[in-house]
């Protein structure tokens, strides 16, 4: 009977685990016509992806029912503009909270693992109480945290060491580590990295040279939770504006070369901002392109993509073991 009842017991929690994660799935499927497998889908047509707009940096609470992202209007800046999944259905985009100057440039949203905070880039003032030569930089790392009613707090401007160099598109892992572009007149530009240090960082580090002398302006990392891998865009040196999504793996504490995501996902347009969904199963990223209208003047779309990532980092890695 112990037995029987252990078994029981076991079946339900099964039952339960696999219901949250069809959920979740469910939640996804709400915003498109179909779930992605080896071939990359647009992802939300004619709610996130939108014809004349521009969409970016996705990123999902642990629980994929709220969203952030990169999203504007043609010839607008960029904002941050969230969605929740409540009562069976997502809400409307509607620009984040925190993000409704639309003055300012906020951009490259990155939840924690926790969902108890929201880093993202801003040119935003800062206080005046600080420098002229921090106040001169127009870019800089805010983030907001969760309050015990379940809103967002006012954006917090991150300190040292962030505050007086270039950062952008802070990601955490999740033990608390920082992976961001970065650079300074004395440092070139390329994917850095910070150790949490009891919720403090003290010291900056540029990463190895296997990911950061991969093509020029090397940007927008996706850190894995457990830093297993990065992944991250890179434009190619003979190709302005084509930029390419790659993927370093970690190794026994070391960084692999890094490999190109495919040719499904990397084309002759401006494929980056990659993310990756908190249960691992879906890869996200926008493809760009750059549109002339009448008068002879250009501007830029981007649309969201996605596309089944436990499929693809397997056939990477086995390409990776045959040679």
Known sequence: MKFIKTLTIFTILLILIVACKSNEQSNLALLSNQIPTDTPLVFAPDIISIDDHASASITFNPDMTELFLNHRKQGKNYN?????FLDGKWSKLELAPFSTNLEYLDFHPRFTTKGDRLYFGSTRPVPDTLSESI???????WYVERTENGNWS???????????RYIMGAAPSENGNLYFTSGTRTEEEGIYYTINQHGEYD????????INTNGKFIAHPYIAPDESYLIYDSEKASEPNNTN???SFKINGTWTKSYSLG?????????????????????????SEKKTKEDGSTYWVSTMYWMDFIMLKKEILKNINSN
Not at 203 to 210: A, Y
Not at 266 to 277: F, H, I, M, P, Q
């Open 203 to 210: 010291s900056i580090k540029r990463m190895d040279d296997v």
């Open 135 to 141: 106040k001169s930089k127009r870019l800089h790392q």
């Open 80 to 84: 941050i503009y969230t969605m929740k």
């Open 245 to 247: 999504l790659f993927i």
């Open 154 to 164: 006012d954006p917090i401007l991150m300190g040292e060491p962030f505050i007086d």
């Open 263 to 287: 040719p499904k996902i990397n084309t002759e347009l401006a494929d980056g901002t990659g993310t990756v969904s908190p249960d691992g199963k879906y890869l996200f990223f926008s493809r």
